[in-house]
């Protein structure tokens, strides 16, 4: 079965004795992960390695990078490699999301250069896609969502691609006051299901997790995780709430 992930982004906030105090309340929270789910948590690069220390023990509990160069190493201020990621114990990093997308004009091209260095220093990406709201008014949301697989993932092989990790932002519905349905989101993720199928074979697309990354909360979040290729979220606001986040973990699916 595919992997079952709830993550969270912190972005870029609480004090670092907030993020102890919001760890320590999740774990003290009656958690308990089956061995196909498994719990991120994005935060700051700041608190990579005390919050990894928190978490150290925590059966399927896992610290993520919310970004990493597309560079090696060098003259590059303010910028953090995969290579010191990989050097303090991360397995992950979340890649190409929306807000980065935007603010930082991160291309498609500079992703796929971001995946590969990540993949080369053993982490797994959790590549995002997405379409904005004058893509989705167009009804362009699919071609739009397959472009960014494509130019940013379609040069791995099948075995690179197999058990990777997808979040899908509807950023149309994100802060905008419109609301996407759990329908509409089923429909995209086997839509970017399908998009793998095609290229990949189903053998390598049925073991790709998709998260789902449009405003999930404690009282959506088992209806959402209940379509069939919807295997998660990314979660932003909610998981900066112990309680909150702790509810949309025990939502995974079994």
């Known amino acids: 079965m595919r992997k079952q992930i709830a993550a969270a982004n912190w972005k870029m906030n609480l ?21 196909n789910q498994v719990a991120l948590l994005g935060v700051p690069f700041p608190y990579l390695m005390v919050v990894k220390q928190m978490l ?38 979340i890649i190409g999301h929306s807000e980065r997308r935007e603010y930082q004009h991160e291309t498609n091209a500079e992703l796929a250069k971001k ?23 167009a ?11 494509e130019e940013s993932l379609f040069h791995l092989s099948g075995e690179q691609l197999t058990n990777f990790i997808i979040a899908y932002e509807p950023i149309w519905a994100i802060g905008t006051g419109k609301t996407a ?3 509409q989101a089923q429909e995209m993720h086997a839509h970017i299901r399908s998009v793998f199928e095609a290229k990949y074979g189903a053998a390598v697309s049925d073991t790709i ?12 979040a088992v209806e959402i995780f209940g379509k069939p290729d919807v295997d998660g979220g990314l979660v932003g606001g909610a998981s ?9 973990i025990k939502s995974l699916k079994n």
Request: charged share 20%; glycine share 6%.
């Open 56 to 93: 150290n023990g925590k059966q399927n509990f896992f610290v993520t990078a919310q970004n990493c160069s597309a560079n090696d190493n060098g003259a590059y201020t303010g910028e953090v490699s995969a290579e010191m990621l990989q050097s303090i114990g991360l397995k992950y990093v």
């Open 240 to 248: 900066l709430v112990a309680t909150e986040f702790a509810a949309i």
């Open 15 to 35: 004090s670092l004795l907030q993020a102890e105090e919001l760890v320590k309340a999740l774990m003290d929270s009656d958690i308990s992960l089956k061995e």
């Open 209 to 220: 997790s998709i998260l789902y990354g449009g405003s999930v909360k404690a009282n959506n």
């Open 139 to 149: 009804g362009d949301q699919n071609t739009h969502v397959q472009k960014q697989l």
């Open 181 to 183: 349905t759990s329908e």
């Open 115 to 137: 995946v590969n260095i990540a993949m080369e220093h053993q982490l797994q990406p959790i590549f995002c896609c997405g379409e904005a709201l004058d893509v989705r008014e």
